[in-house]
């Protein structure tokens, strides 16, 4: 029953960034979650990864509405006349520890517009994002850490 709940979770997701609800789109992500799936089993066991669905839910519809916040943000400086922009690159403290977490916030990052995630030191305690406007990267780090780190916890517990 919880790999049905990941390949939901990962066609969810699929369909979101795709940004296309056909039926055509819903099989392929249907397909694309199933092959993810059996290539990371080998790394992730059933056993190893507790899913709480409703929190993984949560954790869906804020990455749902960070997109949607975040592409609304882009346009609007893409618009407006004068860019008032200051990118770089800041480091984020992990509490996240697993593999499975990490790789996860870092995908949730650079699929939202506006943030790619750079890399992950070496001892996966600090992870490097670059932010389209990092004029305040203090309540860039309270929004990752407040926000998909902590629903993160929640949906995936140890």
């Given at each position: 029953m919880r790999r049905a709940g990941i390949v939901l979770f990962l066609t969810i997701v699929w369909l979101a960034v795709t940004g296309s609800l056909t039926v055509a789109n819903l099989l392929l992500g249907l397909v694309v979650a199933l092959l993810s799936l059996g290539i990371t089993r080998a790394h992730v066991s059933e056993t190893s990864l507790k899913v709480r669905p409703i929190a993984a839910l949560r954790l869906t519809l804020l990455f749902l509405k960070e997109l949607a916040l975040s592409a609304y943000?882009?346009?609007l400086q893409v618009v407006t006349p004068r860019l008032a922009l200051k990118p770089g690159i800041f480091a984020f403290p992990l509490t996240?520890?697993?593999?499975f977490e990490i790789t996860l916030l870092?995908?949730?990052i650079t699929l939202t517009p506006g943030t790619l995630s750079v890399d992950v030191s070496e001892d996966r305690k600090t992870l490097y994002v670059h932010a389209l406007d990092?004029?305040?990267p203090a309540a860039l780090r309270r929004d990752i850490a407040d926000g998909f780190e902590r629903r993160i916890r929640e949906a995936f517990p140890s």
């Open positions: 943000r882009v346009a996240v520890k697993r593999d870092a995908n949730l990092c004029a305040d």
